[in-house]
Nanobody, 124 residues
C-alpha cells in the first residue's frame, strides 16, 4: 500500500529555517514525481516545489525560489524540502503528494497519493 509521511514541521521564529521530510513506502513504480504543496489558513492550496525520479525539479513562486531547496535520497525513499528565511506568511500546512509520472505539474489533481501534512508555524 502506498504511503507518504511528512515530518519536520513545527514552530519557528521569523528568519529561521526548516527541513521538511516526505518518506514514501509501498511504491512499486520507478518513475515518479513528488511535490510539496502548502495551504495557509483561509487560502487555497498552492505548489511549493517538486522533484522527479530522474532528479529534475521545479520551484514554484517567484518570491520563494531563492529560499527553497528540494532534494531526495532515493536509498531512504525520502524527499526533503528546506525553507529558509521563514516569514509569518509561510505559516501553513505543508503536504507532500506523489504521482507515478516522471513529470512535475502544479495541478494538485495530477497527484493521486497524499500524505497527512505537517504544520509549519512562523512567529513574528
Amino acid at each position: 500500500q502506498l504511503h507518504l509521511a511528512e515530518s519536520g514541521g513545527g514552530l519557528v521564529q521569523s528568519g529561521g529555517s526548516l527541513r521538511l521530510s516526505c518518506v514514501r513506502s509501498g511504491f512499486t513504480f520507478s518513475r515518479y514525481a513528488i511535490i510539496w504543496f502548502r495551504q495557509a489558513p483561509g487560502k487555497e492550496r498552492e505548489p511549493v516545489a517538486c522533484i522527479t525520479s530522474s532528479g529534475g525539479y521545479v520551484l514554484y513562486g517567484d518570491a520563494e525560489r531563492g529560499r527553497l531547496t528540494i532534494s531526495q535520497d532515493s536509498a531512504r525513499n525520502t524527499v526533503t524540502l528546506e525553507v529558509r528565511s521563514l516569514q509569518p506568511e509561510d505559516t501553513a500546512i505543508y503536504t507532500c503528494a506523489a504521482t507515478n509520472r516522471n513529470a512535475c505539474v502544479p495541478d494538485e489533481t495530477s497527484y493521486g497519493y497524499w500524505g497527512q501534512g505537517t504544520q509549519v508555524t512562523v512567529s513574528a
